[in-house]
């Protein structure tokens, strides 16, 4: 399901400058994600595509420029602030990140007891309908230990989407899974789309994952979005550094020999 270039924009980010210490990592980032749709985003290691993921979330202040949240400017907010919008997210982690000290359906209702004021039995039944739609009705009362690594990711999936947010960010969904537990977590994306109707924010580097999921894919490369576009965009574009991610081409980096010497000695080297 394509969204509509007419859906409201949910995030919107302009020209995002962040820096780690002296060096310049996102460099006047532009991006808007639309209301209701999957917007994956990839790229290569070091490509900056989890401290853009950072930025969405409110937990890196950028050096310039401005992300919006559901219509909330975030690179402003005090931490309470940042603590209520949080309440409108849901974030399932790479790895799962269950507490293994607790169930899962503990885990589940985690978010529940941090930021409402309901009755157990109403978290209880929140809890169950959230892993109904995940598969994983029944397994409550097991512990983290006792699951396979896709009902882990499940099961944190069921976690991000208790409170029923308006926003779900997934960061590298499919990592460390095999391709048929993997394709199983992209089919849960989809229907998490449609049956709650929220807006997905997936991280990853699997293209066969990103290419069934997305309505959109942005690609970063050093740091700046080469494209934002369809999959069929993407997978058609002519620019040699998207083919290059695509067919796994290594790529070399250009170093000019001021670079080098300044990397040598202990300065910040440039790529050219």
Known sequence: MVQSEAAPPVIEVRDLVTHYG????LHGIDLDIRAGEIMVIMGGSGSGKSTLLRHLLG?????SGSVRLLGQELTSMSELQLYEISKRIGVAFQGGALFSSMTVGENVML??????ALDEDTMRIMMRLKLEIVSLAGFEDLAPSELSGGMIKRAAFARAVVMDPDVLFCDEPSAGLDPVVSRALDELILSLRDALEMTIVVV????????RIADRITVLDQGRILTVGTVDEVRNSDNE???NLLNRRFEEPELDPEAYLARL????????
């Open 111 to 116: 978010p529940l007891r941090e930021h409402t």
């Open 22 to 25: 002296p060096r310049e990592i």
């Open 59 to 63: 937990l890196k202040r950028a050096t």
């Open 265 to 272: 000695v202990g300065g910040e080297p440039r790529l050219a």
């Open 241 to 243: 550094r998207i083919q």
């Open 204 to 211: 990853t580097h699997e293209l066969d994952s990103a290419f």
